[in-house]
Nanobody, 116 residues
Framework: QVQLVESGGGLVQPGGSLTLSCAAS????????MAWYRRAPGKERELVAT???????NYADSVKGRFTISRDNAKNTVYLQMNSLKADDTAIYYC??????????WGQGTQVTVSS
């Protein structure tokens, strides 16, 4: 069973930056697309960014220009660099495969809180 372990969250002031990491225990990591999702309080989980095996990326309009997704296949890890953070970015962040493929079991996620 694939395990996803997210880390790097924390409390940051508006305008600040954080980098999230997600390690996946899967040998085929280099040939699968990956994604970051987030779930804000009282809201459904939403797709934030995706990265293809060839490192092509896509972003939700709400984070475009502020967030950068990247991957290190040697480490089976996907990253999310978040800049110019806003209060609306407060959420639990998760990684997984992007739909419509069958997704792996969700990890615990990592909490990001943007507050002064």
């Amino acid at each position: 069973q694939v395990q996803l372990v997210e880390s790097g969250g924390g409390l940051v002031q508006p305008g600040g930056s954080l980098t999230l990491s997600c390690a996946a225990s899967v040998r085929t990591f280099s040939i699968v697309a990956m994604a970051w999702y987030r779930r804000a309080p009282g809201k459904e989980r939403e797709l934030v960014a995706t990265i293809a095996p060839n490192s092509a990326t896509n972003y939700a309009d709400s984070v475009k220009g502020r967030f950068t997704i990247s991957r290190d296949n040697a480490k089976n890890t996907v990253y999310l660099q978040m800049n110019s953070l806003k209060a609306d970015d407060t959420a639990i962040y998760y990684c997984n495969r992007p739909q419509p493929v069958v997704q792996w079991a969700w990890g615990q996620g990592t909490q990001v809180t943007v507050s002064s």
